[in-house]
């Protein structure tokens, strides 16, 4: 069992709303992504972090933001949510440094804006 | 474009029998990696090959890769009706180490 932790598992929320997912992992990973998958479709990569004040945008435009001031968290903003903001928002982390090894997931946030 | 893409889309099988899904990919890799997403959860690692490697087994799982035609296979054994989920193959390119994941494939194992 990965120990990587995401909160929360559901949210429903109104447009407008700001909203953070909060992703923890207590395995010491530098590396961390956030991915966002729609129901039955591929994983798209839109943040990862190589460590502490590091952070770039994946290959998925986001209008989210992410922030890595400590090892072990990487929380995902959305400041004003929107219907095309509904999806499920996976996060990630990985040990090796280099050559990309094994990935360990969070259960996933499903956000669903009204 | 993906770099990976599974095939077939979607795989219905019975209890016992063996189940292929294919992965093709674009670029030069380091590494291929599979993962299984049972529904509404995160993601599993089920097997990394690396580009040197051919073949490689584990448990029930047989993965094979031949970078020449820049594809892989996953192969289960002997399914079983828990072995039901959304497999999904994941490639890193040589350049950098940022997985890209391809669509996944649905199997279905009926009891």
């Known amino acids: 069992e990965a120990d990587i932790y995401q909160t929360p598992r559901y949210l429903v929320i109104g447009t407008g709303k700001k909203i953070t997912l909060e992703c923890s992992q207590t395995?010491?990973?530098?590396?961390m992504y956030w991915y966002q998958q729609d129901p039955g479709m591929e994983l798209h990569l839109i943040h990862y972090?190589?460590?502490?004040?590091?952070?770039e945008k994946g290959d998925l435009s986001s209008e989210s933001t992410v922030s890595r001031i400590r090892t072990e968290h990487f929380p995902l903003t959305l400041e004003s949510a929107r219907p095309s903001h509904t999806s499920q928002y996976l996060c990630?982390?990985?040990?090796?440094?280099?050559?990309?090894?094994?990935?360990?997931f969070g259960e996933g946030s499903r956000l669903t804006v009204l | 474009s993906q770099q990976g893409e599974e095939d077939p889309q979607a795989l219905s099988i019975q209890e016992g029998e063996n189940a292929t899904m294919n992965c093709s990919y674009k670029?030069?890799?380091?590494?291929l990696q599979w993962y299984r997403q049972n529904s509404g959860r995160g993601l599993v690692h089920l097997i990394l090959?690396?580009?040197?490697?051919r073949e490689k087994h584990s448990g029930r799982l047989r993965v094979t890769l031949d970078t020449s035609k820049k594809s892989s296979s996953l192969l289960i054994t002997a399914s079983r009706a828990a072995d039901t989920a959304s497999y999904f193959c994941?490639?890193?390119?040589?350049?950098?180490?940022?997985?890209?994941f391809g669509e996944g494939t649905q199997l279905t194992v009926n009891p």
């Open positions: 990630a982390s990985s040990a090796l440094t280099g050559i990309t090894g094994e990935l360990f």
């Open positions: 395995m010491g990973h530098d590396k």
């Open positions: 972090s190589y460590g502490v004040n590091s952070t």
């Open positions: 670029t030069s890799i380091n590494n």
């Open positions: 090959i690396r580009s040197n490697e």
């Open positions: 994941a490639t890193d390119g040589t350049s950098g180490s940022r997985l890209t």
